[in-house]
């Protein structure tokens, strides 16, 4: 039985631009490639080279001491410098500067291919953390920590391929062109992680891609079942696609594992069949570059550290009258102010839109309409929020829960009075961690 969940948005699709387009690798590779030292939202890695050592592709360059999860070397040649870069969740970032020699050399030492029979738990959990492997749909969390604490307490492994941000259409392309391998690894991992049931859950814009999958499953599996469900934005957030798949709506504090469910997106899925199966390190993913804007916009398999300028000349460039850059999409992204800007592990879009597609507006006064409370999937009250916020009333900001924000930006999206409700929500968020308003 399919469920729903409260709120949410259904802004118009631009996926058209992308979605029939095939994953393509870059025309030209990169001279250099930028790597931040901040590859997973846990901790910082240390480098484990210096300036003027060589490297090859898949090669350890970093590794945060805590986890033992590893950076890798996406380019062949020698590293150039440890310095600060711009870096897609803002801000700037210490990061490995790698200049490359045009030869892509893979490194000799990465691990055997593995058969779906040869692998286990500890093989496993071992092969995802070696192969640094983060939540490539935004979380970028480690995992291996993910996949540790599930064995033996879940009961769904959900596969999220619904991909509701209007322009990204990455998911869509890897279902379709990497099916057999996506169901191969949740089989291997639904069998080491004891889970009964695995869910691919997908939306009505990916027909030809549902189709595919539930062929490709009469072949593989009888515990696999295919989803596809109506398209509502942020429906691939882990609370929502949980509470449409089970039914079960998890409240203030609770996470996955309190519905027996765990959630991996699509890219994160492909990222462990490559190194189980293949024996490579997490060292390109997928990207689409689109929007008004873009020339050429075009699905592209991209190095880790890639900077954004490279990115759009492979796609003939910006337009004039380009007005925006984002990174990470038009609901949920963040700002790009800086064409060093690079991929990420969790990068799975930039969008350039041009003025007619931005929206802009000056801000007015709150008009109580109640859009924003109607619209936003967690239950909260934005509009309060940021009267608290802008009050400066602390005491009254703790009892509307900042915390449960998922930054989805459905309330920015429905506001008519152009009010930046998600950017402040996400002010008022950092001002109680700070002790309070000021």
Known sequence: MRHTFFGGVCPASHKNLTRKKPIAPLDVIPELVTIPLRASADEMAVPLVQPGDQVQV???IARVEKSGLTIHA?????????QDCPHPWGGL???LVIRGDGKDTPWPERPAPLTADQVNLSTLLDRVNEAGIVGMGGGAHSTADKLRRAEGKITYIILNAAECEPYVSVDHRLLLEHADQLLLCTQVLSRCLRANRVAVVTLGDKLNAAEMIEKRVQLHSGTTKVYTLRTRYPLGSEKQII??????????????LDAGCLVLNVGTVYAISQALFEGKALTHRAVTISGGAVTRPRNLWVPIGTPLSHLLAECGQLKDGAAQLL??????GRPVEDLNTPVCKDTNCFIALSDEERKDGLETACIRCGKCAASCPMHLVPTFIVKALRQEDTAYLKKLHVEDCISCGCCSFVCPANIPLVELIHKAGEA???????
């Open 58 to 60: 898949g090669q350890p």
């Open 74 to 82: 996406s380019l062949s040649g020698q590293v150039e410098s440890v």
């Open 93 to 95: 970032c210490p990061a």
């Open 243 to 256: 509470q449409t798949v089970t039914g079960q709506e998890l409240g203030q504090g609770s996470g996955p």
């Open 327 to 332: 990174s990470g999409g038009v609901m949920a």
């Open 432 to 438: 109680i961690e700070n002790g309070g308003v000021k």
